[in-house]
Every structure is written in C-alpha cells, then in structure tokens.
C-alpha cells in the first residue's frame, strides 16, 4: 500500500485517492524571469518520477504546473533589459523547457499560465470579497483578510496569535493588518495591467496557484506540493484563498521537496548562490544530475558538491558496466527484486532504497553473466525497465562509458590496439607505458576474454 508524508498532519499516511485509480495532482512550477536553478530542477525531476510512479502502480495521474508569467520581479527584469514581459517569459519558458528536458523530465499534462487565467482570478478574488474573506484598499489594492480564516497555520503550524505578534510593522500600508496579503494589485504607470472591478492591476502570486489548481482539477484534489521553501506562505495562503472560495477542502496531500543547498544554505537567486541547470550541464552530464537528485529523499536536503557529483557519476558507471556486453531479452517472469523496489517506492517514494534495490541487481548480473547469459540478460531487462520508472539508465552503456563527447575516440582505440601489441610481444613495460598513457587522458581500460574494454574514468 503506497504510503505518503502528508505535511499538513506530519505523518506518513496510506494514500486512498479521491476517484477510485485516478490521481490530481498540482506542482507549483517556474516563475519565468531568468534561467532555472538546480532547485528548480530537483523539483522537476522529483515531480517526474513521482508521476511516473504512480504511472507505473497503475494510477491514471492527471499532472498540472503552472507557470507564473507576471510578477513583480518578471516586470523590474524586461524594464531592466529593455523588453517586453511577454518577450521576456517567452524565451525563459523555452530555457525551462530545454533544461527539464535535458534532465529527462516529462511536460506537464496540462500547464497553464498565469496571464491566461485573469478572468477567472478576479472571479475568485470577488467571491472572497462577498463572502467577507477579502477587501478592497482605497488605493486599488485587494488584501486577504487572514483573521477570517480560523485554520490560518494549519500547514506550517503556526500561531496566528504569534504570527501577528512577531510580524513587522508596516508604514503607509493600505492592508489591515500586517498578515494580510494581496490578492490584486494596482498596475503602476507602464506595467501590466489588466481590467478589474478594483483597478486596472494584475494578481497577486498567491491567488494565481488557488484560481489555475481549482479550475484545472476542481475544488478538491489528491496531491498539491512544491519546494519546502513554498510551504509558507505561499500554500498556507493557497489554503485560506481556495477553501474560503469554494467552501470545500482543497487538498488532501501536501506534499514537499527538500531543498537544495550550498555552504549550508539553500540555493536560491534571492541569496545569490545559485548554479543554473545549464551551467551544471557544461561540468556533469543529464543523468548525473537527475541520479544526484535521487540519491536522497525527496523530503531531505542535499548537497550540490563535486564530491556528490563524482558519487553519482561512479554509481551510474557501475550500472552501465554490468549492462555492458549484455543482450537484453524478455524478463523474469517473477523476481523479488521488483517487488522489494515496489515496497521502497511506496515507502514515501524512498528512491535511496529503491536504488539500493538496483544495486542488487547488479551485483547478480554481474555474477552471472560469464556464465548464465540468459539469466544475466533476463535480469538486465528488469534493470532497465526499473530504472526507467526512476528516468534512468535509458542510455546505450557504450555511449555513457564511453562518452566520445570530449574525447578522441580514434586516438584512444589506436593506443588501444597499440597496447594489445605490446602485450602480445611480451613487452610489458610498453604496456604499461601505454596504460598510464590513456590514465593521464582519463581513460581507464579493463582487460577479460572478450579483449579490452575502455571508459571514461
């Protein structure tokens, strides 16, 4: 039975969806202003093999992340470069879409934006206003009123009490009190604007998630989750905006990812100490990155460093070499491997375990290959086939090991056949002159039965 940690109760439950076999499930996704960040992409690739998961359990999984295509910090960076905001989102949508791809992450069954959800933004911001939950500001601001919603905290549990106390006093503000947030804001001069009963404005952040979740999967839905650094504010006011709108629960499962961080704190562009997902691709390859990614919990924090990266480098080379040499059939029929991997995965999606289970796999395959080749391919199939369920070694082992990128492969194969010389004239100290050789280049070479085999070190 799948089990999931639900961050509004702070424990691990037995999931039951809402509709028998079916699953809504809302990621909140990229604001688009400039290019994705490793955060970013641990959210992508932890969404993906989520869905792919429950795909793979039998669940049919309707997947939805927005894009948030207006914001204060999209219009401060196209007056910054002289552009539209239009301009602007449309090529960081294209950077996002070429990064989660790289990373190997499926798109969205559905993905909408922001600015093509106004009308039914205002709709929500209106029903708050009549049902007592929001107010307009003389200055054309809409605020949330938080003291109306009596489960204000319910997810980062917190004090409202203790909130209000603590909160910081604002000067020349039109909000009623402090925890107040907005709902629409008034467009300055030259901004975005669009028609609403309050002024000519756009949304705040918070209601764009609550109007796009609840018109795409309805007023109450399985899963909604995001980076653990969303959790409050942004879905506790998600909470407050949609279940005072609607009347109704608004989700069942909250679910959220661990940050990533560097010197101990999280990465992020507001600290300045982010590394993009292109930039980490010029120094590690996709499926580093994603294997990295899943190495930890989804709920843990990790640490992006060049020893981590070098660990998930070698686990992938210890994959790919047992899949080497080894011709892929039909799979076991029945097998304890994939039922034990089942068993870590529905453990709150525990992808280290799951591995773990892989891991098994290959020290059987490499046990038996040299001499029960049917068993080794029969296995190597399971392997593949578990591993895509994680987005993972999809590739040609020749390719990953290899990886001629940026090497000369025609240089390495002639020192190669050079060495198999030397070694067949006896002439080992050529040999091993040969060998340190193709070590100084980064090239590590295995001698078996078959000849030898090289790969990138």
């Not at 999967?217 to 969303?230: E, P, Q, S, V, W």
């Not at 002639?414 to 070590?439: G, M, Y």
Request: charged share 25%; with cysteine; hydrophobic share 35%.
């Amino acid at each position: 039975m799948l089990k999931i940690y639900n961050s509004l109760s702070q424990t691990k439950l037995e999931f039951t969806p809402l509709e028998k076999n079916k699953i809504k499930l809302y990621a909140c996704g990229i604001t688009v202003y400039d290019y994705c960040h490793l955060g970013h992409g641990r959210q992508m690739v932890t969404f993906d093999f989520l869905v792919r998961y429950l795909r793979y359990r039998g669940y049919e999984v309707d997947f939805v992340r927005n894009i948030t295509d207006i914001d204060d910090k999209i219009i401060a960076r196209a007056n910054e470069n002289g552009e539209t905001c239009d301009a602007l989102t449309a090529r960081f949508i294209q950077a996002m879409y070429e990064d989660g791809d790289a990373l190997n992450t499926m798109r969205p069954d559905k993905e909408p934006k922001a600015t093509e959800y106004i009308p039914q933004i205002v709709a929500m911001i209106q029903t708050l206003i009549d049902k007592g939950f929001a107010y307009a500001a003389d200055n054309g601001d809409v605020y949330y009123n938080v003291a109306k919603f009596g489960d204000y905290g319910c997810l980062s549990h917190q004090d409202i009490d203790a909130m209000q106390a603590g909160s910081r006093v604002e000067i020349n503000t039109a909000k009623q009190s402090p925890l107040d947030f907005v709902l629409w804001k008034a467009a300055k001069s030259g901004e975005p604007a669009w028609d609403s009963p309050w002024s000519q404005g756009r949304p705040g952040w918070h209601i764009e998630c609550s109007a796009m979740s609840t018109n795409e999967l309805g007023n109450h839905f399985d899963i909604h989750g995001g980076g653990l650094d969303l959790k409050f504010p942004h879905h506790e006011n998600e909470i407050a905006q949609s279940e005072a709108a609607t009347g109704e629960k608004f989700v069942n499962t909250w679910l959220h990812t661990g940050l990533i961080q560097v010197d101990n704190e999280k990465m992020s562009k507001s600290l300045g100490n982010f590394t993009t997902i292109r930039e980490a691709l010029t120094e590690y390859r996709p499926e580093e990155i994603r294997y990295f990614m899943l190495a930890s919990h989804y709920r843990s924090p990790i640490s992006y460093s060049s020893s981590n990266m070098q660990s998930a480098t070698a686990a992938l080379t210890r994959f790919y070499t047992a899949l080497r040499d080894v011709t892929v059939i039909d799979e076991l029929d029945d097998n304890h491997y994939e039922a034990r991997f089942t068993e870590a995965m529905d453990d709150d999606f525990n992808t280290p375990e799951a591995l773990a289970v892989l891991f098994e796999l290959v020290r059987e395959i490499n046990r038996v290959k040299s001499g029960d080749t049917n068993k080794a391919s029969q296995l190597a199939a399971l392997l593949i086939r578990l591993g895509d369920v994680l987005g993972i070694l999809q590739d040609e082992p020749v390719n990953f090991l290899q990886d001629a990128s940026d090497v000369n492969v025609t240089e390495i194969e002639t020192l190669i056949t050079a060495r198999e010389q030397a070694r067949a004239n006896k002439d080992w100290a050529e040999s091993d002159r040969i060998r340190d050789e193709l070590t100084a280049i980064g090239i590590t070479i295995e001698d078996g039965s078959e000849g030898t085999k090289w790969r990138k070190a």
